[in-house]
């Protein structure tokens, strides 16, 4: 288990960016359980939707994604290195999400190959599926640039193949 923390040791976010509470499980190179507590104080409830909160959709699979980037980052290599978002597949919305909700996130690895990781994750609030979908990541050193990331210069073109 990680606590916010932990999660910090391992991720780059930070507020308002980090959106994973804790984690509650974590079987390295297999499976990962992520929390998020949902309130009302999230700065993105003030415009989405005025009188009708709903967590944006693009922030909860960043959530899960950066479930994903805890799991694979725990992995013997890929300790100290960044998980960049790649793309995703199959990703589905059951169910929105709101304020007092605790999201749990259940991630398992599908591939991993040093360089790149794809992933399986399900969202749940009280045992029902409110999302999932297959993350695809570029694991690179931290010590690389952004603008050295793509364009091929790391072997994205590889990300069709781990797909």
């Known amino acids: 288990m990680l606590d916010v923390e932990g ?8 507020y308002p960016f980090l959106l994973v509470d804790r984690i509650l499980e974590l079987v390295p190179g297999k499976k990962a359980v992520g929390l998020k507590n949902v309130t ?17 959709a693009v922030l909860l699979v960043e959530a899960m994604a950066q ?41 398992f690895v599908i591939k991993n190959s040093g360089r790149f990781g794809k992933v399986k994750a399900v969202a749940t609030v ?18 690389r640039s952004p603008s ?8 994205s073109e590889a990300l069709e193949r781990v797909g």
């Open 67 to 107: 479930v994903g980037g805890v799991l694979l980052l725990s992995m013997t290599g890929n300790k100290g290195k960044l998980a960049y978002f790649g793309g995703m597949d199959n990703v589905r919305f059951r169910k929105p999400v709101v304020p007092g909700d605790s999201v749990v996130t259940e991630v």
């Open 40 to 56: 009302i104080n999230e700065g993105f409830f003030e415009g989405h939707f005025p009188g009708h909160a709903v967590m944006p």
């Open 126 to 143: 009280d045992g029902q599926t409110v999302a999932e979908g297959e993350f695809i990541f570029a694991l690179v050193e931290r010590d």
């Open 7 to 14: 999660i910090r040791d391992v991720l780059p976010h930070r």
């Open 148 to 155: 050295e990331v793509g364009a091929g210069n790391d072997g």
